[in-house]
């Protein structure tokens, strides 16, 4: 059985604390240190030049609806059938991850994943995607969110 994190769209206000979560998970600070609103000011001012989360919050334009979407872990993981240098793998656990010392950067894995969950990283020589944030006991974008609109779940 696998790990997999599942949004609730009809209850996501689209705030956005999701990714900031994620970005603080995996820089050097691992917890933010101001408050919610704030961190949300904050990271939307510098958005472009911040490090990318692996989560995105979607907006439907014209529609009031948002979802997080992120990297879904497939069991077929058409990424990793496209990756050159065997950077992306599917683990035992079933979480499918970037190695980001073999990545090259061709970025196939991006063109393959069918919910493009995978982006450019923050250097913009690796691959990103979701984690799942193991190390961490729980995905901090699950932790965080206000309304429990992303829940993790054994599939």
Partial sequence: MAKKIFPKEEVCVGCH???????????????????????????NKHKDSKPTPRI????KSGEWTTF??????????????????????????????????KCVGCWSCIMACPH???????????ASKCDLCLELGEPACVKNCPNEALVIKEV
């Fill in 17 to 43: 604390l999701c990714e900031v979560y994620c970005v603080y998970a995996h820089s050097k600070y691992k917890k933010p240190t101001v408050k919610a609103y704030e961190l949300i000011k904050l990271y």
């Fill in 56 to 59: 995105l919050v979607e907006e």
């Fill in 68 to 101: 997080a979407l992120q990297c879904r872990h497939c069991d077929d993981a058409p990424c990793t059938k496209a990756c050159i240098t065997g950077a992306m793998k599917k683990l035992e656990d079933g979480r499918v991850i970037c190695d980001e010392e």
């Fill in 116 to 126: 493009g969950a995978v982006r450019r990283g923050e250097n913009k020589k690796a």
